[in-house]
């Protein structure tokens, strides 16, 4: 991507906002995930949302893990009621369609591998409309039947984002080791038959399209070696979709999404050394690279006045 698109979007995302505008301007994200197992990554993932500049974010988590979650929550996260049985949700029709008045819906951080959540992802794809990142364990579950996806609604847009052992899973071709460019085919005859993009998560990610394939030309970072850090970019993923896609093509939301991700992460790791630095500093660190941005157009327009 190069500089000058980058900067472009920083600006569309974080400082050129409407200051007449409401929060649903700026697009609604719900993250679905958690479980008694993994009742963090959920959290993780909505926390980064927040991170996009989203207007609007909503967390749905099973009942089991309510109250630890929301017990140190960001106070600007609403929850979201949707119907659960142990670790699994359940969709009604009242449900279905309030969902749809989300632009974006990120589901599977933390949730659990079951046949329930199986059938929920079944029904989600069939009544929502938006856009849908799926994530960590939801692409365990559309490795047991990926012919849901021939089901899905006409209106949907599906992004799939896993890491490579999740990918070799998905495409059922094992582990290829670590360079995203052994599963490039798979990814490509996957996306022509189903319809969606795929983001092959890596050190140097790979954005996969029936037509194309694109590098994200981030520089790598070992702090994101460390579980976690594929929930913090699925949510960041989701907020950006949820209203970035009126001004930009979808394709350079999400390749910008993971270079602002990755280069946060490095920020962060160098001023923490790279084994102290976690999902947990990105949010601060985006910070500072969009107020480095807004310094500089600020000391512009400062020179040109004078």
Known sequence: MKQDLFDRMIDFFYIDRDPEGIKSDFGRTLVIGGSR????????????????????VSLAVPDSIFPLTFSSLAPTIVRERI???????????????????????????????????????????????????????????????????ER?????????????????RLFHCGNRGRDPKAYVDQALSFCKRYDVLILLKSSRSLLVDSQFVQEADQIPTPSLGKAGSGDGLAGL????????????????????????????ARLSAAEKTPGLA?????????????????????????????
């Open 152 to 168: 899905k609604n006409a209106d949907l847009r599906i992004l799939l984002t896993p890491h490579l052992g999740e990918a070799g």
């Open 37 to 56: 197992e993994y009742p963090g990554a959920a959290k993780i993932a909505a926390s980064l949302c927040l991170s996009s500049g989203c207007g609007f």
């Open 83 to 149: 119907p659960s049985k142990e670790d699994d949700f359940l969709l009604d029709e009242k449900s279905l369609e309030h969902l749809n008045s989300y632009s974006a819906i990120l589901f599977g951080n933390g949730i659990a591998t079951s046949e329930l959540n199986l059938v929920f992802l079944r029904n989600l794809v069939k009544a929502y409309k938006g856009f849908l990142v799926l994530d960590a364990s939801s692409l365990s579950l559309l490795a047991m039947d990926p012919s849901l996806l």
């Open 278 to 306: 976690s999902v947990r500093d990105v949010p601060s660190a985006i910070q500072e690279i969009v107020l480095k941005r807004f310094s500089k157009r600020t000391h512009r327009k400062v020179g040109r006045s004078l």
């Open 237 to 264: 993923l989701s907020g950006f979709l949820s209203y970035g896609r009126k001004a930009f093509p979808e394709e350079e939301v999400i390749l910008f999404a993971d270079i602002l991700f990755h280069e946060a």
